[in-house]
C-alpha cells in the first residue's frame, strides 16, 4: 500500500493528472467506499483502509463537481454511456450496509443533493453476518499473543506492539481469504468464541437494522442494491451456490423494500472472487448492472459488460484532494490495466 501511495502522490506532484486527463479518463468513474466515521487515533487500525470521514466526503463531492462532474445515481450509467454528448459522471456507492452510512455519510449526501447507492449484503439487516475480519482486529488488538491453527498446525502469534499486531493481522487476512467460505467462517467461529468475542453484538452494532435501511431507501437520492446475502466470495463457491447468494440477496431485498433491486455488488470484488462466471450468474439473475472493485474508469465499451462493472476505491489511505484527481484522471487505473480499457476476463 505504501508503494501505491508513493506512486500516487509522485503522479500528482508531476501535474500529469490535469495534462493527460482528457485522453485517460474515460467517461466516468464508481466510487467504492464503506464506512464514513470521524478519525480515530487508535495505533493499530488494520481496516482504516475501509473508512473515510465525513468532511472528506463532504470535499471529495464538492471537488468531483468543481471538475465538472455529474454525480448520478448507478441506474443511470449505461444510458450515459450510450450518449456521447453526455458530461462526464461519477457513482458513489457504499457496500454492505453499515449503519455509519445512515449516520454519518447521509446527513452530508442529502444537504448536498447527492444520489448514491449502497449495496446491502442481507445478513447485515438480519443481524446476522460474520465480519471476519472486524472479528480479527478485535482479536488481535486485544491480545498480547494468540494461538492459531493453520491447516491443523498451531502457530502462535505476538502481539504486544503494534508493528506485531499488524504484521500478525496481514499473515491471518491474507491466509483466511485464499481459504474455502465455509473453512474461513468455521475458523473465525472458533476464534471469535475461544477470545469472547460476540459476533452477533458486533454486526448489530456495525449494521443498519430493516427499519433504518427502509428510512433510506424511501428517499430518491439512494438506490439499495444486493450485495449476497453472507457476504461470500463467490468465486469461491460451487455454481449453484454462488447463483442463490445473489439471487437470495435480491429475493430478501424486495420482502421489505419498495422494489426488487436491480444492481448487485460482488463481495470482495477481485478476479478471484467474481469472474466470467459470476458476472453471467448476475446477468441470468436480472441485475442490470454488478460492479466489481477492479480498478478502471468506465468507458462506451463497457456497455457490452455491464455486469463486470470496474470501481476505484476511495478509501482511507487516500484522503486528499491530490489522490482524488489522479483516480478521475484515468491514469492510475489505466497503468494497473496495463493500458486496457476493459479488464472484464
Not at 82 to 103: S, W
Not at 165 to 187: G, H, I, N, P
Request: hydrophobic letters at 40%; charged letters at 25%.
Amino acid at each position: 500500500m505504501n508503494m501505491i501511495k508513493g506512486g500516487l502522490t509522485a503522479l500528482a506532484a508531476t501535474g500529469a493528472p490535469y495534462v493527460f486527463s482528457p485522453l485517460t479518463r474515460g467517461r466516468g468513474v464508481i466510487f467504492t467506499l464503506h464506512h464514513v466515521l470521524p478519525p480515530s487515533d487508535d495505533e493499530f487500525q488494520p481496516n482504516r483502509i475501509l473508512e473515510v470521514t465525513p468532511e472528506f466526503l463532504r470535499k471529495a463531492i464538492m471537488r468531483i463537481r468543481a471538475r465538472g462532474y455529474d454525480i448520478i445515481p448507478i441506474g443511470e450509467v449505461a444510458s450515459r454511456l450510450r450518449d456521447p454528448d453526455a458530461n462526464r459522471f461519477v457513482v458513489l456507492t457504499f457496500d454492505d450496509g453499515y449503519r455509519d452510512n445512515l449516520e454519518r455519510a447521509y446527513p452530508v449526501l442529502k444537504e448536498l443533493d447527492c444520489p448514491f447507492t449502497i449495496y446491502v449484503a442481507t445478513s447485515m439487516p438480519d443481524g446476522t453476518a460474520e465480519l471476519w475480519w472486524r472479528v480479527l482486529e478485535t482479536v488481535i488488538a486485544n491480545s498480547a499473543q494468540i494461538s492459531l491453527k493453520f491447516d491443523d498446525v498451531p502457530l502462535l502469534f505476538h502481539c504486544e506492539t503494534a508493528e506485531e499486531k499488524y504484521k500478525t493481522y496481514e499473515s491471518v487476512y491474507w491466509w483466511l481469504r485464499a481459504r474455502s467460505q465455509d473453512e474461513q467462517r468455521d475458523f473465525i467461529r472458533e476464534v471469535a468464541e475461544r477470545h469472547g468475542v460476540d459476533m452477533g453484538a458486533m454486526t448489530r452494532r456495525l449494521a443498519m437494522g430493516w427499519d433504518e435501511i427502509s428510512v433510506l431507501a424511501r428517499d430518491s437520492l439512494v438506490t439499495i442494491g444486493a450485495h449476497t446475502v453472507n457476504h461470500f466470495a463467490l468465486g469461491r463457491l460451487e455454481a449453484g451456490r454462488a447463483a442463490a447468494e445473489a439471487g437470495n440477496s435480491a429475493d430478501i431485498l424486495e420482502s421489505y423494500l419498495p422494489e426488487r433491486p436491480r444492481h448487485f455488488a460482488y463481495p470482495y470484488g477481485d478476479p478471484v472472487s467474481a469472474g466470467p462466471r459470476e458476472f453471467e450468474e448476475a446477468r441470468k439473475a436480472g441485475f442490470e448492472t454488478a460492479v466489481t472493485t477492479r480498478p478502471g474508469v468506465l468507458f462506451e465499451a463497457h456497455l457490452d459488460h455491464m455486469h463486470a462493472l470496474p470501481r476505484i476505491s476511495l478509501n482511507g489511505d487516500f484522503q486528499t484532494m491530490y489522490f482524488l484527481d489522479a483516480f478521475l484522471s484515468g491514469i492510475p487505473s489505466l497503468v494497473f490495466n496495463k493500458g486496457r480499457k476493459l479488464n472484464v476476463a
